[in-house]
Every structure is written in C-alpha cells, then in structure tokens.
C-alpha cells in the first residue's frame, strides 16, 4: 500500500502556525487603539491577555484528559475555520456595536483562543507523527515558521498603523483573517497520520504524576517563561530603562527578538544534532543574555542582549515537546497537551511576576533614593530589577535541562 504524501499536510501545519503569531501578536498591537477609540481602561484590555490564557489552558486540559473522546481529524479541520471566525468576530463586532465594543472583542478573543489551545496541542503532534528522517529538525522548522510570523506580524502591522491610523485597525484585521482562511483550505484535502492518545483518563494521571514527565515539565514551564518574558516586555524595557521611542521599541525589540528566534530554530532545523547539549547551551545563552540586558546601562548592549534571548529560547519550547515526546513515545497527544499546559503557564507566570516586580516597586518610596544614587529613575531601576530577578527561569531552565539529559542518559527507555 502506497504511503500518503503528507506535503499538504505539512502546508496547512505551517500555515496554522502563521495564524498563531497573529493571534499572538496582534491584539498587543492594537491595545493602545482601543484604549483611544472606544476608552476600553488597560485593567480591561490586561483581562483580555487573561481570558486568552485561560480559554488555551482550559484547551489543554480537556484535551490532556479526553482526547480520547475527540474526533481529532475533525478537531484539527476545525482550528483554522475557528481562527478565522474569531479574528472576523474580533473586527466586526467592536465596529457595527462601538458602544459594547469590549463585548466584542471579548467573542472574538475566546473564539481564536480556543484555536490557539488546539493548535498547540494538534498541530506539533501532526508533524511528529508524520514520517520523516530527522523529525527533530521537522519540530524546528514548524515553530520557526510561527517565529517568522511574528516578525511579519509586527512590521506590517506597525507599519500599516503608521500609515492607515489607528482607525483603520479592523482592516487591518481582516487582512490577516486571510491565512487561517488559506490553512482550511489546505486542511480541507490534506490526510491526517494516525495520532496515538491514552484510552482512559487514568493513563494520564500516571503520566502527570511520573517523574521524568514532571521533569519535561519544568523545562518546558522555564523555557516557556524564559522565552516570553523577553518577547512581551523587551520592548517596554527598552523604552522605559533606555527611553527609546515606542515604535523603534516594538520594532527593535519585538521584532528583532522575533528574527533571532526564527534565525535559531531555521538554523536548527537545517543543521540541529544532538538535541540534549544544545538545550543546555541554549539555557546558558539565555540566563547570560538576561543578565547583561539586566546589568547594562549601555542601550546597545541592552538592545543586543534583548535580541539574542530571542536566539537562546528558540529551542527551549520545541526541544522540550522533543524530549517528552521522546520519552513517552506512547502518550501521544497527551503528553502534547500537557506540555503546551506547561508552556502556557510558564508564558503566563513570568510576565505577569515582572510587571508585579516593577508595580511593587515602583510603590515603596526608598526605591526612588536608591535609584537616584545609582543615577536612575525609580522605573529605569524597577525594570531592571524585576528583569534581573526573572533570571531565574533561564536558571532553572539550566538546572532542568542538566537534569534531564543526565538522568534521560542514565536510564534510555
């Protein structure tokens, strides 16, 4: 019997992964529009990041314990069509209703959150199960794609709101809503590779309770969280702490970490071996990069750190997905589930203890005394103390990976 050709399969992985990085990116974006257009307060538009985080978990949770349930053929047709529908929902609501705009930016954020959490729980598993000879160098080339379209995302984006205005936000929308668009049609007539997934949901908790699975976990909780934090607060670091205007920091310093997380994972994708070493080295590279963008006062020297973080995460997320697959071949899209849970409370937990750093200490009054003796306002210095503090997720990061591969090489399975 014939194998199938999976090349448009792979097309519509690719194609989902575009749509993610606008999922991710683009509502940022239009935060400061909204608060102009419709006075949405940021305490909201903070809800809205929440929401999105808790409707990707909750995702990952069902389909951790009841994947089984699932049609999953149907599920992964269903991620683009959802993406699509949300984005849409997301323009067109807040523009025929502008006096209950939030409501609808509310709608359209569970919609292509709900995608979001599927995708990352669908579409890794997809490419893992399709045959290939080097399925590591696969798993990169699929997440490099998502980093590439974050930095498409971000240029265009901004660029079109410099030239349009920030009314012209819902167009702006709907010409991304395109790519989801293009990944149904491609998943319309593109075979699905049979995916393994536990039959009962007592197989998953012995998983979750095991402890090599908790040690991928972690990784992929530090990675994550290592990984995001620079993404989400490089370029408001680099405006406070250096006082750089906003557009060249969402250029400088979201796109630019951006390039270097596609630079890293095309670069393994192309040339990766030896998967292990380079997560540890990776981990190293990104706890050094935290603290000389943490210790510097030298805005190139920041702005290089910052961008190189991009470089050292790259592999972090996609090389623990590796490694936990690896190690529970049999799980499937259960162990894909629960560790995009993991990564997703990393990403969530790590920004969210850097602003509360900088909130409490922005707070206490001896903060300002001490800044100014180091000639520094007190948010130049609370940036930098909450980014040096978040230090500790590249470190973990480090102590997680020596870990693993040591005790993963001690005892093969």
């Not at 951790?64 to 323009?91: C, E, M, Q, R």
């Not at 939030?102 to 669908?122: D, H, K, P, Q, R």
């Not at 160098?137 to 410099?162: D, K, N, P």
């Not at 976990?217 to 702490?241: D, P, T």
């Given at each position: 019997?014939?194998?199938?050709?999976?090349?448009?399969?792979?097309?519509?992985?690719?194609?989902?992964?575009?749509?993610?990085?606008?999922?991710?990116m683009l509502p940022p974006?239009?935060?400061?529009?909204?608060?102009?257009?419709y006075q949405i307060s940021?305490?909201?538009?903070?809800?809205?990041?929440?929401?999105?985080?808790?409707?990707?978990?909750?995702?990952?949770?069902?389909?951790?314990?009841?994947?089984?349930?699932?049609?999953?053929?149907?599920?992964?047709?269903?991620?683009?069509?959802?993406?699509?529908?949300?984005?849409?929902?997301?323009?067109?609501?807040?523009?025929?209703?502008?006096?209950?705009?939030?409501?609808?930016?509310?709608?359209?954020?569970?919609?292509?959150?709900?995608?979001?959490?599927?995708?990352?729980?669908?579409?890794?598993?997809?490419?893992?199960?399709?045959?290939?000879?080097?399925?590591?160098?696969?798993?990169?080339?699929?997440?490099a794609v998502y980093a590439?379209?974050?930095?498409?995302?971000?240029?265009?984006?901004?660029?079109?709101?410099?030239?349009?205005?920030?009314?012209?936000?819902?167009?702006?929308?709907?010409?991304?809503?395109?790519?989801?668009?293009?990944?149904?049609?491609?998943?319309?007539?593109?075979?699905?590779?049979?995916?393994?997934?536990?039959?009962?949901?007592?197989?998953?908790?012995?998983?979750?309770?095991?402890?090599?699975?908790?040690?991928?976990?972690?990784?992929?909780?530090?990675?994550?969280?290592?990984?995001?934090?620079?993404?989400?607060?490089?370029?408001?670091?680099?405006?406070?702490?250096?006082?750089?205007?906003?557009?060249?920091?969402?250029?400088?310093?979201?796109?630019?970490?951006?390039?270097?997380?596609?630079?890293?994972?095309?670069?393994?994708?192309?040339?990766?071996?030896?998967?292990?070493?380079?997560?540890?080295?990776?981990?190293?590279?990104?706890?050094?990069?935290?603290?000389?963008?943490?210790?510097?006062?030298?805005?190139?020297?920041?702005?290089?750190?910052?961008?190189?973080?991009?470089?050292?995460?790259?592999?972090?997320?996609?090389?623990?997905?590796?490694?936990?697959?690896?190690?529970?071949?049999?799980?499937?899209?259960?162990?894909?589930?629960?560790?995009?849970?993991?990564?997703?409370?990393?990403?969530?937990?790590?920004?969210?203890?850097?602003?509360?750093?900088?909130?409490?200490?922005?707070?206490?009054?001896?903060?300002?005394?001490?800044?100014?003796?180091?000639?520094?306002?007190?948010?130049?210095?609370?940036?930098?103390?909450?980014?040096?503090?978040?230090?500790?997720?590249?470190?973990?990061?480090?102590?997680?990976?020596?870990?693993?591969?040591?005790?993963?090489?001690?005892?093969?399975?």
């Amino acid at each position: 019997m014939n194998q199938p050709s999976f090349h448009r399969t792979r097309l519509a992985c690719w194609t989902v992964n575009l749509s993610m990085s606008v999922v991710a990116m683009l509502p940022p974006l239009l935060f400061t529009a909204f608060y102009q257009l419709y006075q949405i307060s940021y305490f909201q538009l903070g809800a809205l990041v929440l929401i999105n985080f808790c409707t990707q978990l909750l995702i990952d949770l069902l389909l951790s314990f009841y994947g089984h349930k699932y049609n999953l053929t149907k599920t992964i047709k269903l991620i683009p069509v959802l993406t699509a529908a949300g984005l849409l929902l997301y323009a067109v609501l807040p523009t025929v209703f502008p006096n209950t705009a939030y409501g609808g930016l509310v709608i359209g954020t569970i919609f292509f959150s709900a995608s979001g959490g599927l995708a990352e729980v669908l579409i890794s598993p997809i490419i893992a199960a399709i045959p290939s000879d080097n399925p590591e160098r696969e798993m990169s080339r699929l997440h490099a794609v998502y980093a590439w379209g974050v930095v498409g995302v971000v240029i265009i984006s901004t660029c079109f709101l410099q030239k349009f205005g920030k009314a012209s936000w819902p167009w702006l929308t709907g010409f991304w809503t395109l790519l989801p668009v293009i990944a149904a049609v491609l998943f319309s007539r593109a075979p699905i590779p049979d995916m393994q997934t536990p039959q009962k949901t007592s197989q998953v908790f012995r998983l979750l309770f095991s402890r090599d699975f908790l040690l991928c976990f972690f990784c992929i909780f530090s990675g994550g969280a290592s990984e995001c934090i620079m993404s989400q607060w490089a370029s408001s670091y680099l405006e406070q702490a250096f006082l750089l205007p906003k557009v060249w920091g969402d250029l400088l310093g979201v796109a630019l970490f951006a390039v270097m997380l596609g630079i890293g994972r095309s670069a393994y994708a192309k040339y990766g071996k030896n998967l292990s070493k380079t997560l540890m080295f990776s981990a190293t590279g990104a706890l050094l990069c935290y603290l000389s963008a943490a210790l510097t006062n030298h805005p190139l020297l920041a702005l290089a750190a910052c961008a190189l973080t991009g470089l050292f995460t790259a592999m972090l997320w996609p090389g623990s997905l590796l490694t936990a697959s690896g190690r529970f071949p049999a799980s499937g899209v259960a162990v894909f589930a629960l560790m995009a849970a993991g990564g997703d409370l990393g990403a969530a937990a790590g920004p969210q203890l850097l602003g509360a750093i900088v909130d409490f200490l922005l707070q206490n009054p001896a903060v300002s005394t001490f800044a100014e003796s180091w000639k520094l306002s007190a948010l130049q210095f609370s940036m930098k103390a909450g980014l040096l503090f978040c230090s500790i997720f590249p470190l973990t990061a480090v102590c997680f990976f020596t870990t693993a591969k040591r005790r993963f090489t001690e005892n093969p399975q």
